[in-house]
């Protein structure tokens, strides 16, 4: 896990006064959610990739206090299962997705202020549990669950937890707006423990196995 020690530049808007986490910038979901949070005026602070939990509590120390978490970590994977490889298969798209998920989310919530947002980004097709995409869908309906247990723990000190499901053929940048609704407190205040579906529509054709 590494941590870029600069920010954004940042402009004016609905998020003026905030500060957000935003994690795996190196692929381009992250860059783009990181540079919507900071054209509506948030201070983002920049975090390369989640995967690994050893480094967690330093640097947890190392950001300080901030309002929102955003994460993108999704294990994107949808080849066919062989006997050879299902396990290993299922085992990485956990500890990509949920593991990473649940243990950053749970060491940054003690570090955020009251009232901030945690914004969960899941695997795409979650709602297609057939045989290319099992291991996926497995990890995505985790963090849907993952994400109402938080957002009822956290609830008392007014954190909400939200998954964004993105679809496939949409741009990072047409996403955007999505988490930056969710980042807003004043648009989003009672939105909370909810897995939003942002992939217009039915979900693309799965990949043949042949």
Known sequence: MSVRAESVPR??????????LVTDVDADMGRAMALALAHEGADVRLIHH??????????????????????NTAFEWRRGLGAADDVAALERAFRMNIEAAFAFSEAMAARMNDGGAIILTAPMRHRQPVEPIRALVAAAHGISTLTASLAERLAGRRIRVNTV???????????????????A???SGLVNGITLDATSGPPPPLPSLK
Request: aromatic share 6%; hydrophobic share 50%.
């Open 185 to 187: 407190s004043a648009e």
């Open 11 to 20: 402009a004016g808007g609905r998020l003026t006064g905030i500060t957000a």
């Open 165 to 183: 499901v993105p679809g496939e053929a949409a741009a990072p940048a047409a996403l955007a707006p999505v988490y930056v609704f969710l980042a």
């Open 50 to 71: 989640i995967s690994d939990t050893a480094q967690l509590d330093r640097v947890a120390r190392d950001l300080g206090r901030f309002d929102v978490l955003v994460t």
